[in-house]
């Protein structure tokens, strides 16, 4: 007893508490644990769970070869049409990889029960580097028929021209970046709730899913279970930001044991599990270049690119794009041509990667284009603002065709530029900078000017699984006037409540409190693809304004009929249909929504109801400029950021508290990447940064005081004319900040520092430059 109650007072557990899914409480209730690898590369030569099934309240041990005989479920297919194990049977390829689970009738006995599992393994060379894993000396996916560690190569832009470009410029920069992998380390842990009920055949499943509709399909597909008798709810999710989009194997192992055992079955991770096995972000080894003409013109860019995939190619990127949208990397510069190519590799690791808060590597693309325009202005010893105002896409060349096949819909990146440096005092602190400088103080100024790209669909180029990426919005006129509105997306905090209810409020003349917003529940919601990659308002918000629409035109008809005179003399005024010329004449939303289900023309089908499955013409283009001001402690190496200033443009905003609210948010994820966060592994591909210890996150006391400022440039073909906002200052923050240390450190003959930008690598770098206390 003694054991178990020091079990309960685990931090272990009590980090991975605090979950929604956790809530859910079913007579019967079973509990799942993972027995998970102490190797990154080993087979698996015996699994032994006698000992772990005498113990009482363990009901079984799930294996590999169990799943393998209900029918291969021992594999599954991730979001890019790869395969990933979901239990092994020969071999682990990444440390802290499930192996087997146990179930029990409580979560502190399934807890121990697992350390009582006897697998024994023989260790196999583990390959940790992507370069080296590009020689195939060891190969990880020995299941594939090809026999290399090569995923794909992509390629966008045009090779020729950029390397006609080249060959004429008359100033090129280079330079070798590593963006690291990072984790999501959302509040909330991954969980799930399986209620398989026999009798009905129904699987109820309670999961903290970004994308519900997209996982009960995968489900369907994984399990045999026909998808009309799965249910996916979604609860209040605390954070997702692009993690909780896949589906892990714990997700598929609990579904499992609720289906073996006839029972609930819970599984909630602990945070050292979330840490390790969890789908990973960035990872992106770049070897970029830039040319530029005589007078600093920005005129190509040439970038190579190899993706560390970890041991699947688990990326949550639309099908066509292995690379995700990376080739939006000429960010907000006008250029004659760019040639991108990628390449996928596998390696003993995690697979991966996720969008963490960006829409599918657009962060890496931003931050490679920032820091090579920031590289390029000092090698020209040209101030870096004015550098990008001169080679910025001016307003008039939109719709702007990139030289990687983008059309860029509206953007005025010169006036963004231009409100950042009016806000934080530009030139002032460029001549601080010069007096401190004289001193033998450092003191940095960073910009980023960054374009980013949200909103997939459309569904001619943007698919899941097959899947196309449009969205989903169904809204519902009760008698009395209120609405419900049904949504195919999932908010983990974005306000979609707020931000859905205003958007049919202001098209129907409704007051936004009498509309109810609903997510999260594949039973009623309308298909939908989810939410990430800032495509809530874009997809899901427009097909509110054109559900609404399509409630507006039946209203209009319905007015005509009780106001007795034709649909063409009537005008909408708020939330009325009003006869042209006699304002006094007019029927509210309320009066026809009533009429709709007692009074409504002869032949017309009663009700005031639409569903709209919005699929975009374009993506939108939101942008902004962000400016880090810096002071580098000498001694220690520490950054102290003293002032940022974020504009952003997000088109149209629909509510200026939950827009400030996302960017205040994303700019401190923006900052984590930045100063602090990167999982970091051995030799032998072991994690060693499992806890919160060892991943560090910035606190409050890290986090500086956020200054913000707008423009607003609508997007053209957007129903509203909004392009979102979550994600910019995630993407727009981290080489801002580098930019600045490095603009701190440029005239000692620093070049570039690898983020995150830890006192240590600084203080290094000081030393090695003779620059000491």
């Not at 590999?64 to 209900?70: P, Q, R, T």
């Not at 249910?231 to 930001?241: A, K, T, W």
């Not at 806000?423 to 374009?451: C, H, N, P, V, W």
């Not at 629909?654 to 100063?675: C, D, F, K, W």
């Amino acid at each position: 007893m003694g054991h178990r109650m020091k079990r309960k007072e685990d931090p272990r557990f009590i980090q991975g508490r605090g979950n929604y899914v956790d809530d859910v409480k079913l007579p019967g209730m079973l509990y799942m644990d993972i027995v998970r690898s102490p190797y990154a590369h080993a087979k698996i030569k015996k699994i032994d769970a006698s000992a772990a099934l005498k113990i009482p309240g363990v009901l079984a041990v799930i294996t590999g070869e169990d799943l393998k005989n209900a029918g291969n479920l021992h594999w599954m297919p991730t979001l890019m049409s790869d395969t990933q194990m979901v239990l092994p049977i020969e071999k682990v390829v990444y440390y802290a990889q499930e192996v087997c689970v146990v179930v029990a009738t409580d979560r502190y006995t399934a807890a121990d029960a697992v350390q009582h599992v006897d697998v024994e393994y023989e260790p196999l060379p583990p390959v940790v580097d992507p370069f080296e894993a590009l020689k195939d000396e060891v190969i990880v996916r020995d299941d594939k028929a090809e026999k290399t560690n090569h995923i794909w190569h992509w390629e966008a832009g045009s090779r020729d021209a950029t390397d006609q470009v080249f060959g004429q410029a008359a100033h090129v920069v280079r330079q070798y970046m590593h963006i690291p992998r990072i984790h999501v380390a959302s509040i909330e842990t991954c969980g799930m709730v399986a209620d398989f009920n026999k009798a009905t055949g129904k699987l109820r499943i309670y999961m903290t899913s970004q994308a519900p509709h997209a996982h009960r399909t995968v489900f369907a597909l994984v399990s045999g279970i026909p998808e009309q008798k799965i249910q996916i709810i979604s609860p209040d999710i605390g954070g997702g930001f692009g993690g909780k989009v896949p589906v892990y194997p714990g997700y598929v192992c609990c579904a499992v044991a609720s289906i073996v055992t006839g029972r609930p079955v819970k599984w909630i991770e602990d945070r050292s599990e979330n840490l390790q096995a969890d789908s990973f972000a960035r990872d992106y080894h770049i070897t970029a270049e830039m040319a530029a003409d005589a007078s600093g013109k920005i005129t190509g860019l040439r970038v190579k690119t190899l993706a560390d995939n970890g041991a699947a190619d688990a990326a949550a990127n639309p099908s066509k794009f292995p690379a995700g949208l990376y080739s939006i990397c000429t960010g907000s510069y006008d250029m004659q041509a760019a040639h991108i190519a990628v390449d996928g590799v596998y390696t003993t690791k995690p697979p991966g990667g996720v969008a963490y808060r960006c829409s599918f590597r657009v962060t890496e693309a931003v931050h490679m284009i920032e820091r090579m325009a920031d590289i390029m202005a000092h090698d020209l010893g040209e101030d870096p603002a004015a550098f990008r105002m001169r080679n910025f896409i001016q307003p008039e060349q939109f719709p702007y065709k990139s030289p990687t096949g983008w059309e860029y819909d509206s953007g005025n990146y010169a006036e963004a530029l231009r409100v950042a440096m009016e806000l934080i005092g530009y030139d002032d602190l460029r001549r601080e900078q010069a007096e401190k400088r004289a001193r033998g103080e450092l003191m940095g100024i960073g910009i980023s000017s960054f374009t980013e790209v949200v909103g997939a669909g459309p569904s001619r180029d943007y698919d899941i699984l097959g899947i196309k990426m449009f969205d989903s919005a169904e809204i519902r006129i009760h008698p009395t006037g209120k609405a419900i509105a049904r949504f195919g997306t999932k908010s983990q905090g974005q306000g979609h409540e707020t931000t859905y209810a205003q958007i049919v409020a202001e098209e129907l003349g409704l007051p936004a409190g009498d509309v109810e917003v609903e997510e999260g529940d594949t039973d009623t919601a309308p298909y939908g693809l989810g939410t990430y990659a800032s495509r809530s308002t874009p997809t899901a918000g427009a097909a509110a304004a054109m559900a609404a629409r399509k409630i507006k035109a039946k209203a209009r008809k319905i007015a005509a009929y009780l106001l007795e005179v034709s649909e063409d003399d009537l005008e909408w005024n708020v939330d009325r249909w009003q006869v042209q010329g006699s304002p006094d004449q007019a029927k509210t939303i309320q009066d026809i929504a009533f009429a709709a289900y007692t009074n409504h023309p002869p032949g017309m089908e009663a009700g005031l109801e639409a569903t709209d499955y919005y699929d975009p013409p374009n993506l939108t283009f939101p942008f902004g400029s962000y400016i880090a001001v810096v002071d580098i402690d000498k001694g220690t190496g520490e950054v102290k950021i003293r002032r940022f200033v974020a504009v952003d443009d997000c088109g149209n905003i629909i509510n200026p508290l939950v827009v400030e609210g996302q960017i205040h948010g994303g700019l401190t994820m923006g900052l984590a990447p930045a100063l602090f966060e990167e999982i970091v592994y051995d030799e032998n591909g072991v994690n060693l940064t499992g806890t919160f210890s060892d991943y560090l996150l910035p606190t409050a006391v890290e986090t500086p005081k956020w200054e913000l400022g707008k423009t607003i440039t609508p997007s053209p073909h957007h129903p509203i004319g909004a392009k979102g906002v979550g994600e910019s200052p995630t993407v727009g923050a981290p080489p801002a900040i580098a930019n600045a240390v490095v603009d701190a450190l440029w005239h000692l003959g620093v070049r570039h520092i690898d983020i995150p930008i830890t006192p240590m690598k600084v203080w290094k770098l000081l030393r090695e430059h003779g620059v000491t206390d």
